[in-house]
């Protein structure tokens, strides 16, 4: 059962009354007159009432209390967090001499907001610019900077606290210098330890920690209270020892750590200020408040992570559950407390990894976090807002703090949150009473509340029709509404160059569109936006399929006439990418081989096929010493037990096919198709067996020859040659192809995605009808290109088709059936439900509200 909070004192005002009627009767005899109109009658209800209003506080535990006994149990409210801002500092017109800048220099906004003082910015580092240096950057922050403050004088005595005189100091921005307290030192101080000088004395800095509980005897460390301003140096507590007293015992007194001498110096040097006010905008601060001449200063992006001081409410919800964890991050709830003491996180949520992703560590956290951003209730908390506030010195603050705390043998990984921008549209018709602009004004807050990152509900995964109906029916004045819609910003809708599987999530697909790479957890029903790479085309994505999470990206660019590629690697499904190689050619494909366990990448590119081992560039591989500057249009491998490892490439300029048994890729042989013109190679398994699949590419109009099988056998003396697999073949070059068992799909040129059972006496090509779903090229009813096509890795529990996608210049195509209908799987727009994937989450972008009179609206 609860505990019930006792009442120090429960009389009501009926019991005060009627003690006091009863100290007249014994003390005052003469006063009979007791009835309620009595003047006396009348003074004693009085003080009744007032008794009862005193009794009421008392009955209160006022803040002080509340206070303190945070304090008791080592919990202090968190200080504001002070915004940073990256500085460009420029010389003017006509000046060439070398310009100083100073650590600390000031530098503050045009005009200040009305009834406020202008936001004040000190640079955190020295910056110097040469002469042939035009500008520079230096890092800033909206602080006060306070240098060499005298705290006062040691005492010796433990225990000992000094007030600093300008609180609160900032919260940790992961600068050793925003809090530094020095001691005056011994004559023999280490060289070792770290000080300062200051007016000629030598001064010992002292450590800053959260509590004296794991310091040693002599560590020079003290406590802060930052908000409040006070330092603490180490108590005493008395112990225990082994005597010859009386009772066996003999008491000591020792400090939990080290003590400033007596009679020693003590100075701080400090940041103090900050608060949500620093968030200025972008080229705001353009006054230098100690003018240098010679030297301009501007913020091209906007100051982000100022927060205001921590609320006595929120220290009294957080300070039980730093006592339950007793300063270990053990729990998801433990995890996410700690992180939201850092200032510039909002929101957090911790989970254990594995639950999401199979490429996890188990014991794996993952975290993710919200910033905190100045925020209205009812604006939109916009995607640029959240972006800008999402700060590398904030990440890492959260990082070291937890590092402190988990337990050994946990990993926890953790980063900001990405997100998805809804427009939501909808039509409201209204009473006609009603102010059709004051109702969507009222509209758009609602929505704004209900699709924000930094609200109270839980983190959606979906948002569905109904919840707009409900948010909206809210509103009074609205009849009903209808018309209801999602667009987003982003997804895979044109110029598809790739889709890939990943062999191990079900669900989770890549699509590359041009210069953008999209992911999908649910068969491409929601995409979410990986990575952009500027100036790029994204031709090829390749999931390793011997680890979990790796994923290769190819790209390519042009540079003054030459074609440039680079290949960069993901160990997490995409949601981190490096920049691994770079070569001065085309990379037309890409495939995965498995060596010793470890993964390589193979790539077929204009200048030969090159292998790319762990840890290394990527190496020629010699495939025909007769040629060695032959390149290569595909690359497939195939792993079965009965054929062990094997490579396939295709050549270009009609070089034909080449097959390797080896995995360390020695000793390719042709295997024919010499002058036919093969453009797209894959592997077939079908249960022991496992053959190797070319596809043919068609000149102009032609309807092409479609493409050849091989069967893939571990003695070569056993090769049966190519069965061409032609009949019913009417989509010109073949462009793709992919796999399920028997089943072969291969994307064409003009007729779409055609579909092969191979296990069939005498296997033909299935043409989907005009009307599958694809989309039209031109007025004689031919289908749009397809260019890259994958089917999703059969489980063995499934008894129906896998999903397939296909892309090409208008979008993603998704098909259930074996490439008989298909349906839009890159839509922007969404009627019923919109979803969000793993990491990311809604954002408002600006709705689109119409609001209409109901005699308006012909009812």
């Known amino acids: 059962m609860s505990l019930h909070i006792p009442k120090l004192d429960d009389r009501t005002f009926d019991d005060l009354l009627a003690e006091a009627k009863r100290l007249v009767h014994q003390r005052c005899p003469a006063w009979t007159d007791l009835s309620a109109g009595d003047p006396g009658t009348t003074l004693l209800e009085l003080y009744a009432f007032l008794t009862e209003v005193m009794l009421y506080r008392v009955n209160r535990l006022p803040e002080k209390a509340y206070v303190a006994f945070l304090r008791l149990i080592g919990v202090q409210l968190a200080p504001p967090g002070a915004a940073g801002v990256i500085l460009e500092l420029s010389r003017s017109a006509g000046t060439e001499r070398r310009i100083e800048v100073p650590r600390g220099t000031r530098v503050s906004v045009a005009r200040a907001a009305e009834g406020g003082e202008p936001p004040v910015f000190t640079t955190a580092a020295a910056v110097v610019l040469e002469p042939q240096q035009a500008s520079a950057t230096v890092l800033a922050h909206h602080c006060r900077l306070i240098e060499a403050e005298r705290l006062g004088v040691s005492t010796g005595l433990p225990g000992q606290s000094f007030r600093l005189c300008h609180a609160p100091v900032i919260a940790p921005t992961g600068d050793e210098l925003d809090l530094v307290v020095a001691v005056e030192a011994e004559a023999s101080l280490d060289v070792r330890a770290p000080s300062l000088t200051h007016d000629g004395r030598a001064f010992r800095i002292w450590r800053e920690v959260e509590h004296f509980a794991h310091a040693t005897a002599d560590a020079p460390v003290y406590v802060a209270d930052r908000a409040d301003g006070v330092i603490t140096f180490a108590p005493a507590i008395r112990t225990s020892a082994d005597g010859a007293s009386g009772n066996g015992l003999t008491r000591t007194t020792a400090a939990l750590a080290a003590v400033p001498p007596a009679g020693r110096l003590i100075y701080a040097w400090y940041r103090c200020g900050g608060g ?25 992006e906007p100051a982000v992570g100022g927060s205001e001081a921590e609320s006595l409410e929120n220290a009294l919800v957080r300070g039980p559950q730093e006592l339950h964890s007793l300063n270990r991050a053990v729990t998801a709830r433990d995890y996410e407390a700690v992180a939201l003491r850092e200032g510039s996180v909002a929101r957090a949520h911790a989970v254990a990894r ?9 014991g794996t956290v993952q975290l993710l976090l919200v910033p905190n951003v100045p925020y209205r209730s009812g604006a939109a908390c916009t995607q640029a807002q959240l972006e800008r506030a999402q700060t590398e010195e904030a990440l890492t603050r959260v990082r070291q703090t937890v590092e402190a705390r988990r337990p050994l043998g946990t990993a926890c990984v953790i980063d900001w949150y990405r997100y998805k921008p809804i427009t939501v549209h909808a039509r409201l018709v209204l009473h006609p009473q009603e102010n059709p602009q004051a109702v969507q004004g009222r509209v758009r807050e609602r929505l704004n509340e209900l699709i924000n990152p930094l609200g109270s509900g839980a983190l959606r995964r979906r948002l569905h029709a109904s919840d707009i109906y409900h948010a909206v029916l809210s509103e009074p004045g609205i009849r009903y509404t209808d018309r ?16 890939a599987a990943d062999p191990f999530h079900r669900g989770l697909w890549y699509a590359a569109a041009d210069a953008r790479l999209f992911r999908t957890l649910d068969d491409g029903s929601g995409w979410e936006h990986l990575a952009r790479f500027d100036g790029e085309q994204v031709s090829r994505v390749s999931c390793c399929p011997h680890r979990l999470g790796l994923v290769a990206a190819v790209a390519s660019s042009q540079a003054d006439g030459t074609e440039i590629s680079r ?4 160990e ?18 890409a495939a995965w081989l498995r060596r010793a366990g470890e993964p390589v990448l193979l790539l077929a590119t204009a200048e030969g096929l090159f292998q ?7 190496v020629p591989v010699l495939v025909d010493e007769n040629d060695q500057n032959m390149g290569f249009y595909a690359v497939t491998t195939v792993e079965a037990p009965r054929i062990g490892t094997q490579v396939a490439v295709a050549a270009r300029a009609t070089g034909g096919v ?55 056998r571990r003695e070569a003396e056993r090769l049966e040659g190519w069965s061409a697999m032609r009949m019913g073949w009417r989509g010109g070059s073949c462009r793709a192809i992919a796999c399920d068992g028997e089943h072969v799909y291969a994307a064409t040129f003009h007729a779409g995605v055609v579909s092969l059972d191979s296990a069939e006496k005498t296997p033909a090509w299935r043409a989907p009808r005009i009307d599958c779903g694809l989309p039209l090229r031109n007025i004689e009813r031919l289908l749009h290109r397809v260019d890259a096509v994958a089917v999703a890795p059969r489980t063995a529990a499934a008894d129906h088709n896998p999903v397939l996608l296909c892309g090409g210049p208008q979008g993603v195509y998704r098909s259930d059936d074996g490439a008989e209908v298909f349906t839009h799987a890159s839509a922007t727009e969404f009627s019923d439900r919109v979803t969000v994937g793993e990491g990311y989450l809604f954002c408002s972008a600006d709705h689109e509200i119409e609001a209409v009179h109901d005699a308006a609206s012909g009812h």
């Open 276 to 300: 949500s006010a620093g968030n200025v905008a972008a080229h705001t601060l353009t006054v230098l408040k100690d003018p240098i001449a010679g030297l301009r200063v501007d913020n091209p």
């Open 354 to 362: 594995a639950e999401r992703w199979r490429f996890a560590v188990p």
């Open 484 to 499: 209801v819609r999602f667009t987003v910003d982003q997804a895979p809708d044109r110029d598809i160059g790739a889709v």
């Open 567 to 570: 290949i960069r690697l993901s």
């Open 572 to 589: 997490d499904c995409g949601q981190n990418w490096t920049a691994a190689h770079e070569l001065g050619f085309e990379i037309y494909d």
């Open 612 to 618: 790319v081992p762990p840890e290394s560039g990527p």
């Open 658 to 712: 080449y097959l390797c048994a080896d995995e360390q890729l020695e000793g390719f042989q042709s295997i024919g198709l010499k002058g036919r013109d093969v453009r797209a190679l894959t592997a077939q398994r079908v249960g022991p067996r496992a053959f190797l699949w070319a596809g043919l590419a068609a000149i102009g109009g032609e309807e092409g020859e479609g493409c050849l099988r091989w069967e893939l």
